[in-house]
């Protein structure tokens, strides 16, 4: 690990006074960052820690909806009884990912921005586009088995690794932030970026922004939600699929469908060709499965992960079977 400066910090201004010096990182629970520091992927000349900031309350907001600090911890979101209520895809996606001992520590914004975990970005001994862009993409040639198979290029395949993201897509969160310009909000489908040719990019904040709150919109009422996730071992362990669902159900017919998937894409996954099959149409096996070949038919798999078409196809299968039967 690379020897760094370190300065705790009080409140967002100087947060973001402290992020002008050098290459500055901010740090929470550190989950991702530390992890990454001592493999030499991230080398920060310095560490801007940001766990004093107010940033770590859930609030009801004017309009039926909450507002997540980024600070928020978690298990802490995943057991506060108003997201448990209202949101449950959102608690079913948390405790679904990592141990209770990382989700005591990691943090709504850390989740947002967490890295993935593709062995070759992992490891510096391995060209790797993310780390040095145009270094080439070693997972193309390599053991693909985890990586993705939708919004991929040929610059890199790398799979987005966070099960929280996939449910607030679904929900429709909106992401606030602060920086050097201001404030401004970004629709959750818009904060993180495709690859392209610049896979080192990963979402669309600036030099020295800061996430400070997600908000999530009220749900009208009757809305159900679901994530179902399928992984190689029960806990402690990333998707190879999963699925968030967010919907109405009027008779048998779904209404105002939301439909993400994880595990399988470069960004946590919006499925409008799902929602446009489903829409509106009765809740059965057949559309089920007609809503899953639409969601993966742009998929471009290589030779470790083909399984995961007909892996993440079954997974949005069931999820949809499960939302349906739901009380």
Known sequence: ???FQYKKVDDIASALGASEIG?????AGGTTLI???KLNVERPTTLIDINSLA?????????????????????????DLDIQRQYPVLSQALLSGASPQLRNMATTGGNLLQRTRCYYFRDTAYPCNKRKPGSGCAAMDGYNRIHAILGTSEHCIATHPSDMAVAMVALEAAVHITGPKGERIVPIGEFHLLPGST???????????????????????GTRSCYLKRRD?????????SAAIVAQLQGSRFRRIRVALGGVGTKPWRSPEAEQVLEGQEANER????????ALHGAKPLHDNAFKVELAKRTLTRALKVLSQAA
């Open 23 to 27: 290459n500055a990182k901010f740090v």
């Open 199 to 221: 896979p080192n990019r990963e979402n669309v904040l600036g030099p020295g922004e800061l996430v400070t709150h997600v908000a999530l919109p009220a749900l009208q009422a």
């Open 287 to 294: 559309n089920f499965r007609a809503a899953a070949e639409a």
């Open 55 to 79: 940033l770590d309350r859930i609030e009801k907001t004017s309009d039926g909806g909450l507002k997540i600090g980024a600070m928020v911890r978690n298990s802490d979101l995943a057991h």
């Open 1 to 3: 690990m690379q020897s």
């Open 35 to 37: 992890d990454l520091m």
């Open 233 to 241: 071992r029960a806990s402690y362990e990333f998707a190879l699929a």
